[in-house]
């Protein structure tokens, strides 16, 4: 069983920036995603195992940036210039199917709040 554990997150002004952190207990193609109040879950970001390739949601896009460290199987969740639009629990998901920014990930973490203030 793979054991997901995040941090980072905390309460921030709009314009600021935060890095969460996602450790695994194992190399996996790793995922964000958030789900905000009364929404449903979106994909964030995914990097692929060896860290070569990434994607973004065009809501984070030149604003979030997605990294990991292999000696340490852990992922960083890099975002500056946040919005109030971003609050939301953020969650790391290991292991995806076919589309990496399909939900369709084999194990999830618990999640981390991110709240940004105007």
């Known amino acids: 069983q793979v054991q997901l554990v995040e941090s980072g997150g905390g309460t921030v002004q709009a314009g600021g920036s935060l890095r969460l952190s996602c450790a695994a207990s194992g190399r996996y193609g790793m995922g964000w995603f958030r789900q905000a109040p009364g929404k449903e879950r979106e994909f964030v970001a995914y990097?692929?195992?060896?860290?070569?390739?990434?994607g973004y949601a065009d809501s984070v896009k030149g604003r979030f940036t997605l990294s990991r460290d292999n000696a340490k199987n852990t992922v960083y969740l890099q975002m500056n210039s946040l919005k109030p639009e971003d609050t939301a629990r953020y969650y790391c998901?290991?292991?995806?199917?076919?589309?990496?920014?399909?939900?369709?990930?084999?194990?999830w973490g618990q999640g981390t709040q991110v709240t940004v203030s105007s």
């Open positions: 998901a290991a292991g995806w199917a076919t589309n990496p920014m399909n939900d369709e990930y084999r194990y």
């Open positions: 990097i692929n195992w060896s860290g070569e390739s990434t």
